[in-house]
């Protein structure tokens, strides 16, 4: 319910970005994976300017091993770069996460025949949920302990960050302060 909650809350995409990182990143501890780590980029620094081939990677030492394009936008504003992004970072494919749920799978299908290269859109939700769905309680924790730090960091407003924790609080997934 949380994660819906930020998703609904306006963010200019940084809820959506840093909460699939930190979900990822989550899921690369508890899979205890050597050499396997999840890189996000700042929330405005560009894919150029950061060298990156999206959002968000999974890195196997220095290879990409997955990309990840995430968007508050329509998926179809990732699409248009995806082969190129593809083809320039020599990726096995790239994942655009976006909301995609209320579009019918055949309209997706036949916006994706054409390309080439491999490339899947992921609900932004659903694939949120699917993601927590798999991690045990302590990394579920981990997740939202890396979240603030995404947030705090990766992003200048902290009105958002403040958000974040007044949402913690409203689900009750902070701990009492101490005696």
């Known amino acids: 319910m949380l994660i819906q909650e930020l998703f609904k809350a306006g963010s200019g995409g940084a809820y959506e970005q840093f909460v699939i990182a930190a979900l990822l990143h989550a899921l690369i501890e508890q899979s205890a994976l050597d050499g396997v780590r999840v890189e996000t980029k700042t929330l405005n620094a560009s894919d150029r300017s950061s060298r990156a081939p999206g959002d968000i990677q999974i890195l ?9 394009e995430v968007t508050a936008n329509s998926w179809r504003t990732k699409l248009v770069g995806a082969g190129k992004t593809i083809k320039d970072h020599d990726l096995p494919r790239l994942n655009i996460i976006a909301k995609a749920d209320s579009e019918p799978l055949a309209a997706i299908l036949a916006e994706l025949t054409p390309t080439t290269e491999d490339v899947a859109i992921l609900d932004i939700g659903h694939y949120a949920s699917a993601l927590v769905s798999t991690l045990t309680r302590p990394f579920r924790a981990a997740a939202l302990g890396r979240l603030y730090e995404y947030l705090d960091r990766y992003q200048p407003d902290v009105a958002l960050v403040n958000s974040y924790v007044d949402s913690l609080s409203r689900h009750q997934l902070t701990v009492p302060p101490g005696p």
């Open 60 to 68: 196997s030492g220095n290879r990409v091993i997955e990309a990840y």
